[in-house]
């Protein structure tokens, strides 16, 4: 064995032996090999070479592979899209319906939903009103206004309305009052109005007088429709009436007075009497004396007419029952 002689590390013998700089790389087996090929994939990464000039991309990275599969996938999704909207379009127009536009039946849904809310809103406040109005005296009868009276009075129109004063106007039953009122003899017919805001109008029609007749009681009063309506003295010039039972029923009466009403005002006027034992045979008595021969009440216009022509010849006896041939005698 060789005994060593204390000789300083790094040292052989009396020469130096030359120490290696830990700056310069250590050369191993194969990573030179790996240590450029990755530098070359680097390089083509960044598109770049050694010398900083720009190369066309030749290798696709992974980063720019993944943002190509996704571009491609989201074009691929808007094209099943585009392709399913056209698919159900085509089918809405065979069907023959029109083309759906999604904008307009949005505006039109809500204008609708607008339009709906109004309505409630205006139906509401109608109500409400209503319900104010009809229960509560603001809109109240406080005056009671009669009109178109003469012989009936006042009082007993209101006796006969029965309307107190102070009823809410949507309370008052117009129609029943019109009722009770047309229940008196002398009126014909009964308009009732409400006038808001507190008001009540009643308008009459009284029964006007055209023949009277004389009973045991005293005279009685009818009207144009033979209704018997009042009892007293008849106004002047009034004629009278002969016929066997006077009523709005009975025939006789109906076509005496309707040859009254289709005689002239002048003609009219001149009549005292008018008899109708049937109505094949009604008589005329003038205030004069003279008799008009009437016969049926058939052709009453066109009889009335031949009446005023002959009347103006002299003579007791007219005859128009037959009004193609009127005598006088």
């Known amino acids: 064995m060789t005994e060593s002689d204390g000789v300083a590390p790094g040292e052989v013998g009396d020469e130096p032996v030359p120490e290696t700089a830990a700056t310069e790389p250590i050369?191993?087996?194969g990573a030179s090999d790996d240590a450029n090929t990755a530098d070359a994939d680097t390089a083509d990464d960044t598109g770049t070479d050694?010398?900083?000039?720009?190369?066309p991309n030749d290798v696709e990275g992974p980063r720019r592979r993944a943002r190509r599969e996704r571009a491609e996938r989201r074009e691929a999704l808007e094209r099943a899209i585009a392709i399913e909207q056209a698919r159900r379009e085509a089918k809405r127009v065979a069907r023959g319906r029109p083309a759906a536009e999604a904008k307009p039946a949005a505006r039109g849904a809500v204008r609708g939903l607008k339009l709906f809310l109004m309505s409630l809103l205006l139906i509401v406040l109608?109500?409400?009103?209503?319900?104010?109005?009809?229960?509560?005296?603001?809109?109240?009868?406080?005056?009671i206004i009669v009109t178109g009276i003469g012989a009936v009075t006042r009082d007993e129109v209101l006796d006969a309305a029965q309307v107190r004063p102070g009823t809410p106007l949507l309370q008052v039953n117009t129609d029943g009052i019109a009722d009770r009122v047309a229940a008196i003899r002398r009126v014909a017919s009964v308009r009732v109005q409400r006038e808001y805001p507190?008001?009540?109008?009643?308008?009459?029609?009284?029964?006007?007088?055209?023949?009277v007749k004389d009973f045991p009681d005293g005279p009685h009063l009818f009207d144009r429709d033979g209704v018997d309506f009042a009892t007293g003295p008849p106004p002047p010039a009034l004629p009278y009436l002969d016929v066997d039972n006077?009523?709005?029923t009975?025939?006789?009466?109906?076509?005496?007075?309707?040859?009254?009403?289709?005689?002239?005002p002048e003609i009219a006027?001149?009549?005292?009497?008018?008899?109708?034992?049937?109505?094949?045979?009604?008589?005329?008595?003038?205030?004069?004396?003279?008799?008009v021969i009437w016969g049926t009440n058939d052709r009453t216009e066109e009889k009335a007419e031949k009446l005023a022509a002959l009347l103006t010849q002299p003579g007791r006896t007219y005859d128009v029952s037959s009004p193609d041939l009127p005598t006088v005698r």
């Open 27 to 29: 050369a191993v087996a």
């Open 50 to 55: 050694d010398a900083g000039d720009e190369q």
């Open 126 to 143: 109608t109500i409400g009103i209503g319900l104010v109005l009809y229960f509560t005296p603001v809109m109240s009868a406080r005056s």
């Open 198 to 211: 507190s008001a009540l109008r009643i308008t009459v029609v009284e029964r006007v007088a055209v023949v």
């Open 246 to 248: 006077p009523g709005p």
């Open 250 to 264: 009975d025939l006789t009466t109906k076509a005496a007075i309707a040859v009254l009403i289709a005689l002239r």
């Open 269 to 291: 006027a001149q009549v005292g009497r008018i008899a109708a034992p049937s109505v094949a045979s009604i008589t005329l008595k003038l205030a004069d004396g003279r008799t």
